[in-house]
């Protein structure tokens, strides 16, 4: 079956940097446009990052541009986000998010910025 396993998540201190992993089981993952959510305490989830089926394609929220990096490397079936000056608007549970016949989630990556 689809398994979407993050990882990477924590806490740390406002500007400094995390990088979560999301490794991907039970489908053709090159295949798939790839996402990344986060839903931070009393709002709504909201889409973070997305990156096309080869990677040559990124999208970002403008929350996040210029020091979110979203990336995939479709050998080892993992969809990666390199996340730096954090800061305390970013803390949330951050998703890796497949849309196939179905849309598939995570169980989500806790991650804390504050000092």
């Known amino acids: 079956q689809v398994q979407l396993v993050e990882s990477g998540g924590g806490l740390v201190q406002p500007g400094g940097s995390l990088r979560l992993s999301c490794a991907a089981s039970?489908?053709?993952?090159?295949?798939?446009?790839m996402r990344w959510y986060r839903q931070a305490p009393g709002k709504e989830r909201e889409l973070v990052a997305s990156?096309?089926?080869?990677?040559?394609?990124?999208n970002y929220d403008d929350s996040v541009k210029g020091r979110f990096t979203i990336s995939r490397d479709n050998a080892k079936n993992t969809v990666y986000l390199q996340m730096n000056s954090l800061k305390p608007e970013d803390t949330a549970v951050y998703y890796c998010?497949?849309?196939?016949?179905?849309?598939?989630w995570g169980q989500g990556t806790r991650v804390t910025v504050s000092s």
């Open positions: 998010n497949a849309v196939t016949q179905y849309v598939y």
């Open positions: 039970g489908f053709t993952f090159s295949s798939y446009t």
């Open positions: 990156i096309s089926r080869t990677g040559s394609s990124t």
